[in-house]
């Protein structure tokens, strides 16, 4: 699997990190996966080579959207918490091939999910 991603995180307000106190921040990603796998099914030994399965998971591709916020106990240390929601847009794609006919079914998701994060910070 490959997963390459692009991510922003934009403090909003005054620079509480010189000093103690709390920043807000909204956080954005962008996502594209890309992962591969065959299978071949063995079940019958004289179709071996006619019961053959590809499966192409491509395409698969997402972000996030948050809000947060940290509080700095320091300059160097803070501790956060965010509220956000991540989306998956993905599809599968299979082809069969047998003697006498083929086939390919394709199938597409969407799908959004909520989450919450908490952490500890350190800056250097």
């Known amino acids: 699997m490959f997963l390459p991603q692009i991510c922003a995180r934009v403090y909003l307000g005054n620079n509480a990190q010189e000093e103690t106190g709390v920043r807000p921040y909204i956080w954005l990603s962008v996502f594209y996966s890309i992962a591969t796998a065959k299978v071949t ?11 053959e399965i590809k499966d192409l998971l491509g395409g698969n591709c997402g972000g996030s959207l948050a809000f947060g916020s940290e509080y700095y ?16 847009f993905s599809g599968t794609k299979t082809e ?3 003697t006498s006919y083929s086939y390919t079914d394709e199938t597409n998701l969407g799908l959004g999910l909520t989450y919450t994060a908490l952490g500890l910070n350190f800056y250097f």
């Open 41 to 51: 099914y063995n079940d019958q030994p004289e179709l071996e080579a006619e019961k």
């Open 73 to 88: 106990f320091s300059p160097h240390f803070s501790i956060g918490g965010e509220f956000g929601i991540r989306t998956l």
């Open 96 to 98: 069969y091939t047998s």
